[in-house]
């Protein structure tokens, strides 16, 4: 045995050791959180996995992520070239060189040249933290140079620099003959040197390489560097479902509902919380943060991670943790009440995550803990929670003025022989005076292609929207047994509705009460009359320049993005006008997640915000496709004095370009 290998294997063992003692740490702290299923649909979660953590799908979209990317490509095959050096250190035989040789040097060409690339992109993404760092890079708690970031990067581009110096010295002496062109450079720049010059040099860069690799893997699982660990299981055990689809709770006895304490998360919540990469990505799109709430999504994973951190050594004895993990005041490891209650449910967060962390839905848990166990909550909620749970809409109007809305319309009752869908019109589409107006268009489109519809008038409840992102899952399970019981009492097969809440309500959280049937937004059932020529439109309404505004619940909830701008388009002429933040992209109106119902006191106005955004295309109308959204944009034009903009619902220019008068 050498005296290379004498101290190397001692070495190689203790790192690995401790390596394995951290993983094994790790796991035990994200063994504590709950139990849930994330192995089903192995096809589908293995798609994913591909696409996000291989494909780099989310990562590359950003204009920096290339750079990512690419180290993250040359750290795969890296993996092999690290694997192989390990491995040479205790058995000095065993290398690829044992492979054919084309193949051994053909692989020794790869290594090299992704060695010089990753020595780029980290020479990249030193000059980017240390000289133009973005803003979404840093926050309260961690600054875009900490020692961290600065260190993992140097270490990096030391193991890149120990290895041309290696292989350099090793083609000087003549040791190598595999195909290096980079380090062959090195071995020219080392070609003057004497033959026991470049054996020490070769012997020094064998150990810098080793001694800062066992390092770098130690460093690991003890950083924000875990991701490196964790990201791509992270993708494969992502949420299938959408992400504003909470799970069910059950309401037995002795039950115990959200999460207060960092253990009652699931053990998935706990591994989101050990992958967040700090990117950054999430609180640079979050409405909340943007307007000054003290909200940040990549807070509260991280103060997920601080608090079990923290709380962790004593719940592995079974004691309870002492950090608590929602306070009034936020603090690391804290999240705020107010924080808490600022999420419009959005889901721009869990849209934009590199590594699918799910940021939203822990949200709605912590607020599960606050309404159904504490029953601490903003003191408008409680008049709110009232009406919803006693009159089964938000404003507590008589339940049998659901249907006054179409009184002249006549009567309008749903008949499982006589229409073939559903309109469920929704608490605002039946009480809010502004709504009522998209209503009567839907209605006055409907007769006017020939499609048979009908209502449930007073039996009609509120879908529960609102509720259930607000927290308050009993009331919400209530009133979706009911309305589902409803429906399969009444034989509906179709349901048509114009609020995107309820629309996404019906369709994704309906189904984890057995109800499987085909819901569609009024955008869609409109797009297809018009497609299907079922619905002519004589003429083009006249609403001057138009803009689009995507509502959060259809669009990046739902992803339908395409038919409410077709029908547009249809009903003017023209496409409209796009934000410049649009589609998937899109900017909340501030009234998702049951904030239609609450004062916005902190910062600045989300609508105004919207609205102001809007204002720089200079638009004639702003279209919606969502009641909230239409009282959210209304709002915000009074707020700014622009009231010259009208806002319209789509099925509102539809109904216009219905009864337009020809153009002499
Ligand atoms: S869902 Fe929207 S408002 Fe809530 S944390 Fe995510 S980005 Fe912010
Ligand atoms: S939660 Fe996701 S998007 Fe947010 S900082 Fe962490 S990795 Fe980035």
Same mark, same amino acid.
């Given at each position: 045995?050498?005296?290379?290998?004498?101290?190397?294997?001692?070495?190689?063992?203790?790192?690995?050791?401790?390596?394995?003692?951290?993983?094994?740490?790790?796991?035990?702290?994200?063994?504590?959180?709950?139990?849930?299923?994330?192995?089903?649909?192995?096809?589908?979660?293995?798609?994913?996995?591909?696409?996000?953590?291989? +494909?780099?799908? %989310?990562? #590359?979209?950003?204009? &920096? !992520?290339?750079?990512?990317?690419? $180290?993250?490509? /040359?750290? =795969?095959?890296?993996?092999?070239?690290?694997?192989?050096?390990?491995?040479?250190?205790?058995?000095?035989?065993?290398?690829?060189?044992?492979?054919?040789?084309?193949?051994?040097?053909?692989?020794?060409?790869?290594?090299?040249?992704?060695?010089?690339?990753?020595?780029?992109?980290?020479?990249i993404a030193f000059a980017r933290?240390?000289?133009?760092?973005?803003?979404?890079?840093?926050?309260?708690?961690?600054?875009?140079?900490?020692?961290?970031?600065?260190?993992?990067?140097?270490?990096?581009?030391?193991?890149?620099?120990?290895?041309?110096?290696l292989h350099g010295a090793q083609?000087?002496?003549?040791?190598? +003959?595999?195909? %290096?062109? #980079?380090?062959?450079? &090195? !071995?020219?720049?080392?070609?003057? $040197?004497?033959? /026991?010059? =470049?054996?020490?040099?070769?012997?020094?860069?064998?150990?810098?390489?080793?001694?800062?690799?066992?390092?770098?893997?130690?460093?690991?699982?003890?950083?924000?560097?875990?991701?490196?660990?964790?990201?791509?299981?992270?993708?494969?055990?992502?949420?299938?479902?959408?992400?504003?689809?909470?799970?069910?709770?059950?309401?037995?006895?002795?039950?115990?509902?959200?999460?207060?304490?960092?253990?009652?998360?699931?053990?998935?919540?706990?591994?989101?919380?050990?992958?967040?990469?700090?990117?950054?990505?999430?609180?640079?799109?979050?409405?909340?943060?943007?307007?000054?709430?003290?909200?940040?999504?990549?807070?509260?994973?991280?103060? #997920?991670?601080?608090?079990?951190?923290?709380?962790?050594?004593? $719940?592995?004895?079974?004691?309870?943790?002492?950090?608590?993990?929602?306070?009034?005041?936020?603090?690391?490891?804290?999240?705020?009440?107010?924080?808490?209650?600022?999420?419009?449910?959005?889901?721009?967060?869990?849209?934009?995550?590199?590594?699918?962390?799910?940021?939203?839905?822990?949200?709605?848990?912590?607020?599960?803990?606050?309404?159904?166990?504490?029953?601490?909550?903003?003191?408008?909620?409680?008049?709110?929670?009232?009406?919803?749970?006693?009159?089964?809409?938000?404003?507590?109007?008589?339940?049998?003025?659901?249907?006054?809305?179409?009184?002249?319309?006549?009567?309008?009752?749903?008949?499982?022989?006589?229409?073939?869908?559903?309109?469920?019109?929704?608490?605002?589409?039946?009480?809010?005076?502004?709504?009522?107006?998209?209503?009567?268009?839907?209605?006055?489109?409907?007769?006017?292609?020939?499609?048979?519809?009908?209502?449930?008038?007073?039996?009609?409840?509120?879908?529960?929207?609102?509720?259930?992102?607000?927290?308050?899952?009993?009331?919400?399970?209530?009133?979706?047994?009911?309305?589902?019981?409803?429906?399969?009492?009444?034989?509906?097969?179709?349901?048509?509705?114009?609020?995107?809440?309820?629309?996404?309500?019906?369709?994704?959280?309906?189904?984890?009460?057995?109800?499987?049937?085909?819901?569609?937004?009024?955008?869609?059932?409109?797009?297809?009359?018009?497609?299907?020529?079922?619905?002519?439109?004589?003429?083009?309404a006249e609403l001057g320049k138009?803009?689009?505004?995507?509502?959060?619940?259809?669009?990046?909830?739902?992803?339908?993005?395409?038919?409410?701008?077709?029908?547009?388009?249809?009903?003017?002429?023209?496409?409209?006008?796009?934000?410049?933040?649009?589609?998937?992209?899109?900017?909340?109106?501030?009234?998702?997640?049951?904030?239609?119902?609450?004062?916005?006191?902190?910062?600045?106005?989300?609508?105004?915000?919207?609205?102001?955004?809007?204002?720089?295309?200079?638009?004639?109308?702003?279209?919606?496709?969502?009641?909230?959204?239409?009282?959210?944009?209304?709002?915000?034009?009074?707020?700014?004095?622009?009231?010259?903009?009208?806002?319209?619902?789509?099925?509102?220019?539809?109904?216009?370009?219905?009864?337009?008068?020809?153009?002499?």
């Open positions: 045995m050498s005296i290379n290998q004498t101290i190397y294997i001692p070495l190689f063992a203790l790192s690995m050791l401790f390596f394995c003692y951290s993983c094994y740490q790790r796991l035990q702290l994200i063994s504590l959180g709950t139990s849930e299923n994330r192995t089903d649909r192995p096809v589908a979660r293995f798609i994913r996995m591909l696409t996000y953590a291989f +494909a780099q799908k %989310r990562v #590359i979209q950003r204009p &920096f !992520g290339v750079n990512h990317s690419l $180290l993250f490509w /040359a750290f =795969l095959l890296l993996v092999l070239a690290n694997g192989e050096f390990l491995l040479e250190g205790l058995f000095p035989s065993v290398s690829l060189a044992l492979l054919p040789t084309s193949l051994h040097h053909g692989l020794a060409f790869v290594f090299d040249a992704v060695s010089l690339l990753t020595l780029a992109c980290v020479t933290r240390l000289f133009f760092a973005p803003d979404y890079l840093g926050n309260e708690y961690s600054s875009p140079r900490s020692c961290e970031a600065l260190l993992i990067l140097g270490m990096i581009a030391t193991l890149m620099i120990a290895f041309f110096l083609i000087a002496l003549g040791e190598a +003959a595999a195909s %290096r062109p #980079i380090s062959a450079l &090195f !071995g020219k720049a080392l070609a003057g $040197l004497s033959a /026991a010059s =470049l054996e020490s040099v070769a012997l020094a860069s064998w150990w810098a390489h080793a001694v800062v690799l066992l390092f770098f893997m130690n460093v690991l699982p003890r950083s924000k560097h875990m991701h490196i660990l964790t990201a791509i299981p992270n993708t494969y055990l992502c949420s299938l479902e959408q992400s504003n689809t909470q799970p069910r709770e059950s309401f037995e006895k002795g039950q115990r509902f959200g999460v207060g304490e960092v253990e009652r998360f699931s053990w998935k919540d706990l591994l989101d919380s050990l992958t967040c990469t700090e990117c950054g990505r999430c609180q640079d799109v979050c409405p909340a943060h943007i307007t000054g709430k003290p909200l940040n999504p990549r807070r509260i994973v991280h103060d #997920i991670k601080v608090n079990l951190m923290a709380n962790g050594p004593t $719940l592995k004895d079974g004691q309870p943790g002492s950090l608590p993990m929602i306070a009034e005041e936020q603090g690391e490891g804290t999240s705020s009440e107010e924080a808490l209650w600022s999420c419009t449910t959005c889901g721009a967060c869990v849209n934009v995550c590199p590594v699918l962390i799910e940021q939203m839905p822990k949200i709605i848990k912590m607020r599960r803990h606050l309404v159904q166990e504490k029953a601490e909550f903003p003191e408008e909620l409680l008049t709110f929670f009232e009406n919803a749970e006693q009159r089964s809409n938000p404003w507590g109007m008589a339940p049998a003025d659901r249907g006054k809305w179409s009184s002249m319309l006549g009567e309008r009752p749903f008949s499982v022989d006589k229409t073939e869908y559903l309109f469920f019109v929704g608490c605002a589409g039946a009480f809010d005076t502004r709504a009522k107006q998209i209503s009567v268009a839907l209605a006055t489109i409907m007769d006017q292609a020939g499609v048979t519809w009908g209502m449930l008038g007073k039996e009609e409840l509120c879908c529960g929207d609102s509720l259930r992102r607000l927290g308050n899952e009993y009331v919400f399970d209530k009133m979706a047994k009911a309305n589902v019981e409803m429906f399969i009492e009444k034989g509906v097969s179709k349901i048509v509705t114009s609020c995107p809440h309820c629309f996404s309500t019906l369709k994704n959280d309906y189904r984890q009460y057995g109800l499987e049937l085909e819901v569609i937004h009024h955008t869609e059932l409109i797009e297809k009359l018009i497609q299907n020529g079922k619905l002519k439109l004589p003429r083009h138009t803009i689009f505004h995507d509502s959060c619940y259809l669009g990046r909830h739902n992803d339908t993005y395409n038919a409410p701008r077709n029908v547009i388009k249809a009903a003017t002429g023209k496409a409209p006008v796009e934000f410049g933040r649009n589609r998937e992209n899109g900017f909340c109106c501030g009234a998702g997640g049951g904030r239609m119902w609450m004062e916005e006191l902190t910062g600045d106005r989300i609508n105004r915000t919207r609205v102001a955004e809007a204002l720089e295309q200079k638009p004639d109308t702003l279209c919606v496709s969502c009641p909230y959204c239409m009282t959210m944009m209304e709002d915000g034009l009074k707020d700014l004095g622009a009231e010259q903009v009208q806002v319209k619902d789509v099925a509102e220019m539809v109904a216009e370009a219905l009864r337009s008068q020809p153009k002499v």
